[in-house]
């Protein structure tokens, strides 16, 4: 680290009005310079040593259509020879942005951890909506139609059903829990079939063929990489049981889409609950929105109002240890 000029550190006013006290406070006596993002193209910085990617810089935008401010913090990312490190809000990092930076030898940092428990809120929230057959009842409720959940549209008992839970990350290890709370067994799928924790099967991610059939629920909560790409594909999908639902808030190239609406177009997979999409934004003409079986969330699943602080903390602590 050349200590012979100011640290200079990209981020958005937001952070800085946040966290400026406490980034001085960490640097103790080594200098450093906030870097305010350009809103705008055509006024980029440049020859940062470090960035702080924050929710208010990402926005709407996604890893497929990248909006302002980000573009333009991306274009002083790739304006900067001394970046040496990239710390995001995001518990994933697999926006192309960041193959391209750990290419030019840069680290890049994430939150995982942050928003985990509202990720595995939202998943169980998912869950119990459709096990609880809620998309029917609010399809009844626009029709006012008044149609209780009997005779044919009794649902099953949650307990005494299996979970799959393919990733054993924060995200997978908190859910698990909840599902183990309400009665249900969890067979879990991460990276190694070495044990997950007491009382949980466990296997390895390749082994989900062999398994599917097993799954009451399949419930993705694992990060994207070659192994987990299209792992949920036709051949998956074909040996679940057909009173299966499949819950993703993962990544959206995890399931091969086209494979999911056509099994449940067919009947193949008793309903979903999605909050990621192999194209983000969701495209208007995607059956998904239509199926009476499915639930679609906009990759809203870890949106909650402590993210920020729990980010910001991370990012800290990240930094504390690097001066070091």
């Known amino acids: 680290m050349n200590t012979q000029h100011p640290l200079r550190i990209l981020m958005s006013e937001q952070t800085l009005d946040r966290i400026g006290g406490a980034l001085a406070e960490v640097l103790g006596e080594r200098a450093f310079e906030p870097v ?3 809103r705008s193209h055509g006024h980029e ?3 940062v040593d470090l960035a702080f990617i924050s929710r208010d810089v990402t926005g709407l935008s996604t890893k497929h259509q990248v909006l302002e401010p980000l573009e333009s913090f991306y274009v002083s990312l790739r304006r900067s020879p001394r970046l040496a490190w990239v710390h995001v809000h995001s518990a994933g990092a697999d926006r192309p942005i960041f193959a391209e930076l750990k290419e030019r030898g840069i680290r890049v940092t994430t939150s995982s951890g942050a928003n985990a428990q509202v990720v595995a809120h939202t998943a169980l929230a998912g869950i119990l909506a459709l096990a609880r ?3 029917k ?4 409720q626009r029709k006012r139609a008044w149609t209780p959940l009997i005779g044919g549209l009794l649902p099953r008992d949650l307990a005494g059903q299996t979970a799959v839970v393919v990733g054993w990350g924060p995200i997978g290890q908190q859910l698990a829990g909840y599902l183990r709370m309400l009665g249900l067994t969890v067979i879990a799928l991460r990276s190694a079939s070495a044990p997950a924790s007491d009382g949980v099967q466990t296997f390895a991610f390749e082994d989900l063929k062999d398994i ?9 909560a694992c990060p994207l990489s070659d192994r987990t790409r299209g792992l949920v594909d036709a ?7 057909p009173h299966a639902r499949l819950v993703n808030v993962a990544r959206g190239e995890i399931v091969v889409e086209r494979d999911l609406i056509a099994a449940l177009k067919a009947g193949m997979l008793a309903g979903a609950y999605v909050d990621v999409f192999e194209h983000e934004p969701l495209a208007g003409q995607s059956p998904l929105w239509d199926l009476e079986n499915v639930i679609v969330t906009p990759h809203s699943a870890g949106h909650s109002d402590g993210n920020e602080a729990r980010v910001d903390r991370i990012f800290l602590d990240y930094l504390r240890d690097w001066r070091q």
């Open 235 to 241: 051949d998956v999908l074909a040996r679940m049981a």
């Open 137 to 140: 009842m609010f399809d009844a």
């Open 212 to 220: 599917a059939g097993r799954a009451d629920w399949l419930i993705l």
């Open 133 to 135: 057959e809620f998309p």
């Open 36 to 38: 305010i993002a350009a």
């Open 45 to 47: 910085p440049a020859d």
